[in-house]
Protein backbone atom coordinates (compact mmCIF):
# COMPACT_ATOMS: atom_id res chain seq x y z
CA UNK A 1 0.00 0.00 0.00
CA UNK A 2 0.60 3.71 -0.47
CA UNK A 3 3.75 4.66 2.67
CA UNK A 4 4.04 8.24 3.50
CA UNK A 5 7.38 8.80 5.46
CA UNK A 6 8.31 12.49 7.05
CA UNK A 7 12.21 13.19 8.54
CA UNK A 8 12.84 14.30 10.83
CA UNK A 9 10.76 12.75 13.06
CA UNK A 10 11.45 15.28 15.87
CA UNK A 11 13.71 18.56 16.02
CA UNK A 12 14.48 20.88 18.52
CA UNK A 13 15.56 24.47 17.92
CA UNK A 14 16.03 27.69 18.79
CA UNK A 15 13.60 30.76 18.69
CA UNK A 16 15.25 32.41 15.10
CA UNK A 17 16.70 29.51 13.58
CA UNK A 18 15.06 27.95 10.74
CA UNK A 19 13.40 24.41 10.06
CA UNK A 20 12.62 22.32 7.59
CA UNK A 21 10.53 18.88 7.20
CA UNK A 22 10.70 16.61 4.16
CA UNK A 23 7.57 14.10 2.81
CA UNK A 24 8.29 11.24 0.79
CA UNK A 25 5.82 8.87 -0.75
CA UNK A 26 6.39 5.71 -2.46
CA UNK A 27 3.84 6.25 -5.04
CA UNK A 28 3.14 9.26 -7.45
CA UNK A 29 0.23 11.83 -5.61
CA UNK A 30 -2.13 13.59 -7.40
CA UNK A 31 -1.97 16.13 -4.66
CA UNK A 32 -0.11 16.99 -1.24
CA UNK A 33 -1.79 18.54 1.83
CA UNK A 34 -0.05 19.70 4.65
CA UNK A 35 -1.64 19.79 8.20
CA UNK A 36 -0.30 21.78 11.75
CA UNK A 37 -1.32 19.59 15.29
CA UNK A 38 -0.68 21.52 18.24
CA UNK A 39 0.45 19.60 21.41
CA UNK A 40 -3.36 18.33 22.66
CA UNK A 41 -5.22 19.86 19.57
CA UNK A 42 -6.42 18.05 16.76
CA UNK A 43 -4.60 18.81 13.51
CA UNK A 44 -5.60 21.82 11.15
CA UNK A 45 -5.33 22.51 8.02
CA UNK A 46 -2.23 24.68 6.27
CA UNK A 47 -2.04 24.41 2.19
CA UNK A 48 -2.57 22.10 -0.64
CA UNK A 49 -0.11 22.01 -3.27
CA UNK A 50 -1.09 20.38 -6.74
CA UNK A 51 1.47 21.00 -9.63
CA UNK A 52 4.56 19.57 -9.80
CA UNK A 53 7.52 21.76 -8.57
CA UNK A 54 4.69 23.89 -7.19
CA UNK A 55 6.27 26.78 -4.67
CA UNK A 56 3.89 28.19 -2.12
CA UNK A 57 4.51 30.61 0.46
CA UNK A 58 2.27 31.22 3.46
CA UNK A 59 4.17 34.38 5.58
CA UNK A 60 7.18 32.58 7.24
CA UNK A 61 5.89 28.87 5.65
CA UNK A 62 7.22 27.65 2.05
CA UNK A 63 6.41 25.02 0.92
CA UNK A 64 6.96 22.87 -2.22
CA UNK A 65 5.96 19.94 -4.00
CA UNK A 66 8.75 17.57 -6.08
CA UNK A 67 8.42 17.86 -9.42
CA UNK A 68 8.14 14.09 -9.86
CA UNK A 69 4.96 14.81 -7.33
CA UNK A 70 6.41 12.19 -5.02
CA UNK A 71 8.14 14.38 -2.68
CA UNK A 72 7.39 17.57 -0.90
CA UNK A 73 8.77 20.06 2.14
CA UNK A 74 8.14 22.95 4.88
CA UNK A 75 10.28 25.44 5.77
CA UNK A 76 9.82 28.21 8.78
CA UNK A 77 11.73 30.91 8.89
CA UNK A 78 12.91 32.20 11.93
CA UNK A 79 10.71 30.04 14.20
CA UNK A 80 8.99 31.50 16.76
CA UNK A 81 7.88 29.57 19.98
CA UNK A 82 4.22 29.67 18.30
CA UNK A 83 5.61 27.54 15.41
CA UNK A 84 5.85 24.17 18.19
CA UNK A 85 3.44 21.37 17.33
CA UNK A 86 3.40 18.41 15.07
CA UNK A 87 3.41 18.84 11.24
CA UNK A 88 2.25 16.36 8.99
CA UNK A 89 2.15 15.94 4.99
CA UNK A 90 -0.64 14.07 3.80
CA UNK A 91 -1.21 12.69 0.04
CA UNK A 92 -3.86 12.00 -1.98
CA UNK A 93 -2.70 8.61 -4.89
CA UNK A 94 -2.59 9.98 -8.49
CA UNK A 95 -5.26 8.15 -10.61
CA UNK A 96 -7.73 7.39 -8.45
CA UNK A 97 -10.46 9.73 -6.43
CA UNK A 98 -8.63 8.09 -2.63
CA UNK A 99 -8.55 8.85 0.66
CA UNK A 100 -5.42 10.92 2.01
CA UNK A 101 -2.25 8.81 3.46
CA UNK A 102 -0.87 10.91 6.49
CA UNK A 103 2.75 11.40 6.65
CA UNK A 104 4.46 9.79 10.20
CA UNK A 105 4.63 13.43 11.32
CA UNK A 106 7.79 15.72 12.63
CA UNK A 107 7.48 17.34 16.18
CA UNK A 108 9.21 20.47 16.09
CA UNK A 109 9.58 22.05 19.88
CA UNK A 110 10.85 25.59 19.72
CA UNK A 111 12.67 27.17 22.59
CA UNK A 112 13.91 30.87 23.12
CA UNK B 1 -20.57 26.99 12.91
CA UNK B 2 -19.93 24.44 15.30
CA UNK B 3 -17.62 22.78 12.60
CA UNK B 4 -16.71 19.23 13.86
CA UNK B 5 -18.04 18.15 16.72
CA UNK B 6 -17.48 14.15 19.25
CA UNK B 7 -18.91 12.77 21.67
CA UNK B 8 -17.57 11.77 24.17
CA UNK B 9 -14.26 13.64 24.51
CA UNK B 10 -12.94 10.82 27.15
CA UNK B 11 -14.04 7.20 27.94
CA UNK B 12 -12.23 4.06 29.82
CA UNK B 13 -13.59 0.45 28.47
CA UNK B 14 -12.55 -2.98 29.44
CA UNK B 15 -11.91 -5.29 27.60
CA UNK B 16 -15.04 -6.43 25.79
CA UNK B 17 -17.34 -4.00 26.27
CA UNK B 18 -18.71 -2.04 23.32
CA UNK B 19 -19.31 1.63 22.22
CA UNK B 20 -20.49 4.22 19.47
CA UNK B 21 -18.40 7.22 18.65
CA UNK B 22 -20.49 9.65 17.67
CA UNK B 23 -19.13 12.74 14.63
CA UNK B 24 -21.11 15.68 14.01
CA UNK B 25 -20.55 18.09 11.06
CA UNK B 26 -22.42 21.32 10.25
CA UNK B 27 -20.87 22.26 6.67
CA UNK B 28 -23.13 19.96 4.58
CA UNK B 29 -19.74 18.36 3.42
CA UNK B 30 -20.43 14.75 1.48
CA UNK B 31 -17.05 13.36 3.06
CA UNK B 32 -16.14 12.20 6.28
CA UNK B 33 -13.27 10.11 8.13
CA UNK B 34 -12.57 8.16 11.28
CA UNK B 35 -8.63 8.12 12.42
CA UNK B 36 -6.80 6.69 14.83
CA UNK B 37 -3.61 8.46 16.12
CA UNK B 38 -1.10 6.33 17.61
CA UNK B 39 2.48 8.15 19.34
CA UNK B 40 4.69 7.88 16.63
CA UNK B 41 2.37 6.57 13.70
CA UNK B 42 0.82 9.67 12.63
CA UNK B 43 -2.93 9.43 11.65
CA UNK B 44 -4.58 6.17 10.60
CA UNK B 45 -7.61 6.19 8.09
CA UNK B 46 -10.05 3.33 9.86
CA UNK B 47 -13.33 3.90 7.80
CA UNK B 48 -14.55 6.97 5.20
CA UNK B 49 -17.92 7.72 3.79
CA UNK B 50 -18.41 9.57 0.61
CA UNK B 51 -22.04 10.34 1.03
CA UNK B 52 -25.11 9.73 3.42
CA UNK B 53 -25.37 5.71 3.23
CA UNK B 54 -22.35 4.88 1.95
CA UNK B 55 -19.31 3.79 3.69
CA UNK B 56 -16.13 2.55 3.00
CA UNK B 57 -12.66 0.68 4.82
CA UNK B 58 -9.77 2.42 5.26
CA UNK B 59 -6.48 1.16 6.25
CA UNK B 60 -6.69 -0.07 9.40
CA UNK B 61 -11.07 -1.27 9.59
CA UNK B 62 -10.87 -4.76 11.51
CA UNK B 63 -12.48 -4.65 14.69
CA UNK B 64 -14.64 -1.09 13.87
CA UNK B 65 -18.06 -1.01 12.19
CA UNK B 66 -19.30 2.64 10.94
CA UNK B 67 -22.53 4.23 10.03
CA UNK B 68 -23.76 7.20 8.10
CA UNK B 69 -27.28 7.25 8.26
CA UNK B 70 -27.92 11.42 8.12
CA UNK B 71 -24.86 13.60 6.05
CA UNK B 72 -24.37 15.16 9.05
CA UNK B 73 -23.47 12.28 11.19
CA UNK B 74 -20.79 9.56 11.13
CA UNK B 75 -20.77 6.80 14.06
CA UNK B 76 -18.03 4.81 14.46
CA UNK B 77 -18.82 1.56 16.45
CA UNK B 78 -16.47 -0.75 18.97
CA UNK B 79 -17.92 -4.01 19.19
CA UNK B 80 -15.83 -6.10 21.40
CA UNK B 81 -13.34 -3.29 22.59
CA UNK B 82 -9.38 -4.45 22.91
CA UNK B 83 -6.03 -2.88 24.65
CA UNK B 84 -4.72 -2.39 21.43
CA UNK B 85 -7.63 -0.03 20.07
CA UNK B 86 -6.50 2.45 22.95
CA UNK B 87 -5.99 5.24 21.09
CA UNK B 88 -7.07 9.10 20.17
CA UNK B 89 -9.73 9.22 17.32
CA UNK B 90 -9.92 12.16 15.31
CA UNK B 91 -13.49 12.58 13.03
CA UNK B 92 -12.92 14.49 10.24
CA UNK B 93 -15.01 15.94 7.38
CA UNK B 94 -14.06 17.54 3.82
CA UNK B 95 -16.49 19.23 0.82
CA UNK B 96 -15.05 17.84 -2.19
CA UNK B 97 -16.39 14.99 -3.98
CA UNK B 98 -12.97 14.07 -5.10
CA UNK B 99 -11.50 12.75 -1.56
CA UNK B 100 -8.06 14.47 -1.29
CA UNK B 101 -8.61 17.39 -3.28
CA UNK B 102 -10.25 19.43 -0.66
CA UNK B 103 -9.28 20.22 2.63
CA UNK B 104 -10.01 18.61 5.82
CA UNK B 105 -11.73 19.53 8.99
CA UNK B 106 -10.87 17.62 12.23
CA UNK B 107 -12.85 17.04 15.74
CA UNK B 108 -11.13 17.90 18.73
CA UNK B 109 -10.74 13.99 19.21
CA UNK B 110 -12.26 11.21 21.49
CA UNK B 111 -9.41 9.92 23.85
CA UNK B 112 -10.17 6.15 24.32
CA UNK B 113 -8.61 4.08 27.01
CA UNK B 114 -9.15 -0.12 26.93
CA UNK B 115 -7.69 -1.66 29.90
Known amino acids: GQQVMQIPQYQHVQEGEDFTTYCNSS?????IQWYKQRPGGHPVFLIQLVKSGEVKKQKRLTFQFGEAKKNSSLHITATQTTDVGTYFCAGAKAGTASKLTFGTGTRLQVTL | NAGVTQTPKFRVLKTGQSMTLLCAQD?????MYWYRQDPGMGLRLIHYSVGEGTTAKGEVPDGYNVSRLKKQNFLLGLESAAPSQTSVYFCASSYSWLAGQGEQYFGPGTRLTVT
Open chain 2, 27 to 31: MNHEY
Open chain 1, 27 to 31: TTLSN
